[in-house]
Antibody, heavy 130, light 108 residues
């Protein structure tokens, strides 16, 4: 079955960095982007960005673009999200999700189709504390 | 960046009631790339609606989405106990995506 399995919980100190993994199975990894979303305690969902596994293109949210890197390893169908210069405000549950679909349109490739994030990882709790 | 504003923040309702949630965008959302998610504590969000009005796979028809441009809605025709949760709208456009702040639907 189609699933995304994330790495386990992590505790980091302020100014440190964290790298969360998301292993995909049950579908062709390069046919879909991997989007990252987080939720801080008591807060709403925050879109962080996404990566296209077929060519490595990334699209980051403005507020974190200078301290985040999303990568993929197509040999293991795994996506990674690394965040550095951590502060307690980065304490959150981090989710990966499958979106968008990567296809072609009118001979133009890639073309991204947004059908919503229908497949999610189980979430990874990252705690930043001194 | 497109800002999504959901209203109201919290709704207290009885099972069996009908509810419509609102999501307003600060500018036109291209191609009506709006999705709605249901989120319960300790679980990953669940996709309900994509493309403003298309139900995701396996979503019952008591959930319906509508709207276009800058104003979007999610309607739950008859609330059941499992529908009490937080609902988020989300847009994707211009290489960035944003969520609304969420509407909590709680049991009265």
């Amino acid at each position: 079955q189609i699933q995304l399995v994330q790495s386990g919980p992590d505790v980091k100190k302020p100014w440190g960095s964290v790298k969360v993994s998301c292993k995909a199975s049950g579908y062709t990894f390069t046919n879909y982007g991997i989007t990252w979303v987080r939720q801080a305690p008591g807060q709403g969902l925050e879109w962080m960005g996404w990566i296209s596994p077929d060519n490595g293109n990334t699209f980051y949210a403005q507020q974190i673009q200078d301290r985040v890197a999303m990568t993929t390893d197509t040999s293991t169908n795994t996506a990674y999200m690394e965040l550095w210069r951590l502060t307690p405000n980065d304490t959150a549950v981090y989710y990966c999700a499958r979106e968008p679909y990567i296809g072609c349109s009118g001979g133009s490739c890639p073309y991204y189709y947004y059908y919503g994030m229908g497949v999610w990882g189980q979430g990874t709790t990252v705690t930043v504390s001194s | 960046e497109i800002v999504l504003t959901q209203s109201p923040g919290t709704l207290s309702l009885f099972p069996g009631e009908r509810v419509t949630l609102s999501c307003r965008a600060s500018q036109t959302v291209r191609s009506n790339y709006v999705a709605w998610y249901q989120h319960k504590p300790g679980q990953a969000p669940r996709l309900l609606i994509f493309g403003a009005s298309n139900r995701a796979s396996g979503i019952p028809d008591k959930f319906s989405g509508g709207g276009s441009g800058t104003d979007f809605t999610l309607t739950i025709s008859r609330l059941e106990p499992e529908d009490f949760a937080v609902y988020y709208c989300q847009q994707y456009g211009s290489s960035s995506g944003t969520f609304g702040q969420g509407t909590k639907v709680e049991i009265k």
